[in-house]
């Protein structure tokens, strides 16, 4: 048995390692900067319309159609998805690994990423479907079976997102809550995993609305506070903060002149790091957050489009910026502590013992939100493949014992299990997105051509 589980986790270590080290890096950030390119740059010359858009929507209560989210909505679910642990381990992780210089090019993957997520968020739009109960569905697995005509690769790509996200993602999610709430306030890990539980099915049962409500509610508070957190840290180091941007600046492509060769660290491995755990974290090319995007109730695709390179940006060029420099800024970085434990080394130079509790709260908000925006995901692919309510009840019951017992387990393997299904569902949402990019690019010129003559935006949706 020992030798089995030697070897599931070396098979598990090597597939990760080729995925997220070499392929989807190289994939992902290829095809963001050819989308950028053969789109004119979208999250330059389209940001401030983009932004003026999204932020409009947190002071301004939208209306939508039954059977569908908001605009604001459906991007306040993708963003619950989007900002989690890798937020704050992830970013210490890469710093760790890849030196400071791995920030900048964390910056980069976001960079392309928003173009990336903007052409699955309009063929998300364009090829969603509505289902027998009036409820708006969508994502990679309709545009890959409408837009490609691949069923069987469309039936793959739902069961890996089930798994990675819905099941064994929200099981680490889970554990990292129990974890850090154990820790700051000394309640028994299971305990908090009832808790977890009984919490996201009250939310889960709602269905569609509650969720959207919920996202629309917590994610702007939770971001917010957590920024304002960070900047108060960067305030008192704020002597550290121009030092922090040079070495960033200069790490990324000479580590050695910041950190000294006997750091072992060079250019490749602060590139590798800081794409790769850019790209976990804001998920764009990933085919997760489409599943939301795709019920945005808006006029024409390419709204919805915009709005999502928010997304991305808030996630990684605000928020994992922040961790960042407050790791940087206070010397956190070289502790002798791994993962979310620099960061909350940090927080606890600045604050003391409060701020081993204040991180504790952000992390649980963190990750429950993505608990919350995995959940949903899984239930629209679930909803692909079986088209019936007993399979989504099946699915909930499944999700809810999966946070219970992912809050009181060692999950090192698990978490590197999801790991390789995240990076396996990519494969097919890359392949569909690269062939299906002509007609992104197409409802971008219909949305400026109705746009300049001052028409009402209208699009119609087929699969033509």
């Given at each position: 048995m020992?030798?089995?589980?030697?070897?599931?986790?070396?098979?598990v270590g090597?597939?990760?390692?080729?995925?997220?080290?070499?392929?989807?890096?190289?994939?992902?950030?290829?095809i963001?900067?050819?989308?950028s390119?053969?789109?004119?740059?979208p999250?330059?010359k389209?940001?401030?319309f983009a932004a003026?858009?999204?932020?409009?929507?947190?002071?301004k209560?939208?209306d939508?159609?039954?059977?569908?989210m908001?605009s604001?909505?459906?991007?306040?679910?993708?963003i619950?998805a989007?900002?989690?642990t890798?937020?704050v381990?992830?970013?210490a992780?890469?710093i760790s690994m890849?030196g400071?210089?791995?920030?900048?090019w964390m910056?980069v993957?976001?960079f392309?990423g928003?173009?990336t997520?903007?052409v699955e968020a309009?063929?998300a739009?364009?090829y969603?479907?509505?289902?027998?109960?009036?409820?708006?569905v969508?994502?990679?697995a309709?545009y890959i079976?409408n837009?490609l005509?691949?069923?069987?690769?469309?039936?793959?790509?739902?069961?890996?997102?089930?798994?990675?996200?819905?099941?064994?993602?929200?099981?680490?999610?889970?554990?990292?809550?129990?974890d850090a709430?154990s820790?700051?306030?000394?309640?028994?890990?299971?305990?908090?995993?009832?808790?977890?539980?009984?919490?996201?099915?009250?939310?889960?049962?709602?269905?569609?609305?509650?969720?959207?409500?919920?996202?629309e509610m917590?994610v702007?508070v939770?971001a917010?506070i957590y920024i304002?957190g960070?900047?108060?840290?960067?305030?008192?180091f704020?002597?550290n903060i121009?030092?922090?941007?040079?070495?960033?600046f200069v790490?990324?492509f000479?580590?050695?002149s910041?950190?000294g060769?006997?750091?072992g660290?060079?250019?490749?491995?602060a590139v590798?790091?800081?794409?790769?755990?850019g790209l976990?974290s804001?998920?764009?090319?990933m085919g997760?957050?489409?599943?939301?995007?795709?019920?945005?109730?808006v006029a024409?695709?390419?709204?919805?489009g915009?709005?999502?390179?928010?997304?991305?940006?808030?996630?990684?060029?605000l928020?994992?910026?922040a961790?960042?420099?407050?790791?940087?800024?206070?010397?956190?970085?070289?502790?002798?502590v791994?993962?979310?434990g620099?960061?909350?080394g940090?927080?606890?130079i600045a604050?003391?013992?409060?701020?081993?509790k204040f991180?504790?709260?952000?992390?649980?908000?963190f990750?429950?939100?993505?608990v919350?925006?995995?959940?949903y995901?899984g239930?629209?692919n679930?909803?692909?493949?079986?088209?019936?309510?007993?399979?989504i009840r099946?699915?909930q019951v499944?999700?809810?014992?999966?946070?219970?017992l992912g809050?009181?387990q060692k999950?090192?393997?698990?978490w590197s299990l999801?790991?390789?299904?995240?990076?396996i569902?990519?494969?097919p949402?890359?392949?569909?997105?690269?062939?299906?990019?002509?007609?992104s690019?197409?409802i971008?010129?219909?949305?400026?051509?109705?746009?300049?003559?001052?028409?009402?935006?209208?699009?119609?949706?087929d699969?033509?």
């Amino acid at each position: 048995m020992e030798l089995l589980e030697t070897f599931l986790e070396a098979f598990v270590g090597k597939v990760n390692e080729i995925l997220w080290d070499y392929v989807l890096v190289i994939g992902l950030v290829g095809i963001g900067l050819y989308f950028s390119i053969r789109l004119g740059f979208p999250q330059i010359k389209r940001f401030g319309f983009a932004a003026r858009r999204v932020f409009g929507g947190v002071f301004k209560k939208e209306d939508s159609k039954e059977g569908s989210m908001s605009s604001f909505q459906a991007l306040a679910t993708s963003i619950a998805a989007q900002i989690g642990t890798g937020n704050v381990a992830g970013v210490a992780t890469a710093i760790s690994m890849g030196g400071p210089g791995a920030i900048f090019w964390m910056w980069v993957s976001a960079f392309f990423g928003m173009s990336t997520i903007f052409v699955e968020a309009t063929l998300a739009q364009k090829y969603r479907e509505t289902d027998k109960d009036g409820q708006l569905v969508g994502g990679p697995a309709y545009y890959i079976k409408n837009g490609l005509g691949f069923k069987g690769l469309a039936i793959f790509f739902a069961i890996s997102l089930i798994i990675a996200l819905g099941f064994i993602g929200n099981m680490v999610q889970s554990n990292s809550i129990a974890d850090a709430v154990s820790r700051a306030f000394n309640i028994p890990q299971i305990a908090v995993g009832i808790c977890i539980a009984i919490l996201a099915g009250m939310i889960f049962i709602g269905g569609m609305k509650r969720i959207a409500s919920f996202a629309e509610m917590v994610v702007p508070v939770m971001a917010a506070i957590y920024i304002i957190g960070s900047i108060v840290v960067i305030i008192l180091f704020r002597e550290n903060i121009i030092p922090v941007f040079r070495n960033i600046f200069v790490a990324a492509f000479n580590p050695e002149s910041v950190m000294g060769g006997a750091a072992g660290i060079g250019v490749q491995q602060a590139v590798r790091y800081g794409i790769a755990r850019g790209l976990f974290s804001n998920e764009a090319g990933m085919g997760s957050t489409p599943n939301s995007h795709a019920v945005a109730d808006v006029a024409h695709p390419a709204e919805q489009g915009l709005s999502a390179m928010i997304a991305v940006f808030i996630d990684t060029i605000l928020v994992c910026t922040a961790t960042a420099l407050v790791i940087l800024a206070t010397g956190a970085n070289n502790l002798d502590v791994a993962g979310a434990g620099i960061t909350q080394g940090a927080f606890n130079i600045a604050f003391g013992h409060i701020g081993e509790k204040f991180l504790a709260v952000c992390l649980t908000f963190f990750a429950f939100t993505t608990v919350v925006g995995w959940y949903y995901f899984g239930e629209n692919n679930i909803r692909f493949l079986f088209k019936n309510k007993n399979a989504i009840r099946i699915y909930q019951v499944i999700v809810l014992i999966f946070i219970v017992l992912g809050s009181y387990q060692k999950v090192d393997f698990v978490w590197s299990l999801a790991d390789m299904f995240n990076g396996i569902m990519v494969i097919p949402n890359l392949i569909a997105i690269f062939i299906l990019f002509k007609e992104s690019k197409a409802i971008l010129e219909d949305y400026d051509e109705q746009t300049q003559k001052g028409e009402r935006l209208n699009y119609k949706y087929d699969f033509q």
